[in-house]
């Protein structure tokens, strides 16, 4: 029996870190996080786009620890304003912001905008120390409630809201949110290619093993008399 592959998270998130732990448990996968190895640099996240930063994330932390890695992005993206708050979602307001801070700048440039139309988005990257990569994507679409609704969930949750439940992502139970939230979309479509994604893998990392020398050209060479150098 081979043993596991190594795939190494980008991320110290402890939630995170057991949301892909429970997703890939069934596999012949050994899990890693960044706290399983020493400090390391921390990837610069200033790409254009979600896939951009997932890819950053996860080929610096292959090419630096030399196992294959995984990592996401995702944020919020509103139709009306142009995709923003989009891969800055975190920082809307600021590179200090809180969640609230994000909400309450969200919530003043919707004021009076009649199209609410936002999605969250999600994309999962997997890439192997030379570069190559495999792209998963989940989104889910929704609208920005003029207030603030619900308890639960953190970031943009509470002015999420989801037509189909008639609520918004803050007022919606774990159980509920995950089935159809933008990262349990993309986590249920990696799930569903690993063993692909396995094959993938060990495929990739078996091209990247320095070839063994070529003693060919040495074949007919008399070795019996010393060589020296002059």
């Not at 995709?83 to 969200?106: C, E, F, M």
């Not at 603030?148 to 809201?161: A, E, I, L, T």
Request: glycine share 6%; net charge negative; charged share 30%.
């Amino acid at each position: 029996m081979s043993a596991p592959t190594i795939i190494v998270l980008a991320t110290r998130n402890k939630g995170k870190i057991k949301e892909f732990q429970k997703i890939l448990k069934d596999y012949p996968v050994d899990l890693k996080s960044l706290d399983d190895f020493g400090p390391i640099p921390e990837a610069v996240e200033d790409g254009a786009t979600f896939d951009d930063n997932a890819y950053k994330k996860a080929h610096f932390t292959a090419k630096v620890l030399g196992l294959p890695a995984i990592s996401d992005d995702s944020g919020l993206t509103v139709e009306a304003l142009d995709g923003r708050p989009g891969v800055h979602s975190a920082r809307y307001a600021g590179d200090k912001a809180t969640d609230q801070d994000n909400i309450d700048k969200l919530l003043d440039e919707m004021a009076g905008v009649s199209n609410r139309k936002a999605a969250f988005e999600c994309v999962i990257s997997i890439a192997v120390p030379s570069g190559p990569a495999l792209t998963y994507e989940g989104r889910c679409e929704g609208e920005i409630s003029s207030e603030p609704r619900g308890d639960s969930g953190f970031g943009y949750d509470p002015v999420f809201y989801y037509p189909d439940f008639d609520k918004t992502f803050a007022e919606a139970s774990m159980e509920e949110k995950n089935k159809v939230s933008h990262r349990g979309r993309a986590l249920a479509e990696v799930a569903a290619e690993m063993p692909k994604i396995l094959k993938w893998l060990e495929q990739r990392l078996f091209e990247e093993k320095p070839q063994k020398p070529d003693h060919s050209e040495f074949e007919h060479n008399d070795w019996s008399e010393p060589y020296m150098v002059k």
